[in-house]
């Protein structure tokens, strides 16, 4: 029997090695990229699980200095600030979204019934999006590859929409983090193109991400700046590979 040892202070570094093993010992963040990343759709109830425990990781990681490279092993950085700092609070809501969304897509699976199914899939709250009840065609797709990335993607026969996308909080990188989100978006292009329908992302889903809409390939949409409508319309960004 292999046995792996941690520090003992190490409490961030053990609880990354618990979620990595849990995709089933997925292998470790590589620089080659996108080719060395690994994606699959999972249960939605494996997805709300490992967020309900990301969001325990979450405040811990945030409120903690981290080890600058450049100045040796035993130094420390500085906490979040300014734009990253107001992305994580953003992040901290989000998760619970996510985790709720998951839980109940989830709880309604469990249906013996796909009436039954079907009827609670619709209820999920955080997937009622544009007057619209997205849940029932709601799938979760994962990146096995640290940092893990998840995504809620509606899939139709026209189109795939993301509904959110989170990464992995204890990864504390931004470019690993903008890596891992141009890749989740880059692999559901890519999927959706072998079925010639298009991607687009809920305009409030990038608030979270940290790449830029040149960094992940999104494109905004026009501006409709004339159209005299005073009712809040929701917004959709176009996503190319």
């Known amino acids: 029997m292999r046995v792996v040892t941690f520090p003992v202070s190490s409490a961030i570094t053990l609880a990354i090695f618990v979620l990595t093993n849990l995709f089933h010992n997925s292998s470790a963040f590589s620089a ?3 080719d060395a990343r690994k994606f699959a759709k999972i249960l939605p109830l494996k997805a709300a699980m490992l ?6 990781l ?3 990681v945030d409120q903690k200095v981290g080890v600058v490279p450049e100045l040796g092993a035993t130094s420390v950085g500085v906490k979040r600030f300014g734009s990253e700092l107001e992305r994580r609070t953003k992040c901290a809501k989000q998760f619970e979204s996510f985790y709720q969304s998951t839980f109940a897509l989830a709880t309604a699976d469990k ?16 997937l009622i999006v544009d007057g619209k ?34 990464v992995n909080p204890t990864e504390r990188n931004i470019e690993r983090i903008v890596e891992a989100e141009a890749a989740m978006i880059y692999e559901l292009c890519e999927r ?3 079925e010639n329908v298009s991607v687009r992302m809920l ?15 999104l494109v905004p949409p026009p501006s409709n700046e004339d159209s005299g409508d005073d009712e809040e319309e929701v917004t959709w960004l176009q996503c190319t590979s």
């Open 32 to 34: 080659s990229g996108r």
């Open 51 to 56: 967020t309900k425990q990301w969001q325990g």
């Open 58 to 60: 979450l405040l811990d």
């Open 111 to 126: 249906e013996a019934l796909p009436q039954m199914k079907l009827a609670k899939r619709k209820l999920v709250k955080d």
């Open 133 to 166: 009840a997205r849940g029932p065609k709601s799938s979760i797709f994962a990146c096995l590859t640290m940092p893990a990335t998840f995504s809620i993607v509606e899939q139709l026969n026209d189109q795939w929409s993301i509904l959110a996308l989170t």
């Open 192 to 194: 959706a193109s072998e």
């Open 203 to 217: 305009a409030s889903v990038k608030e979270t991400l940290a790449g830029t809409h040149e960094e992940l390939n």
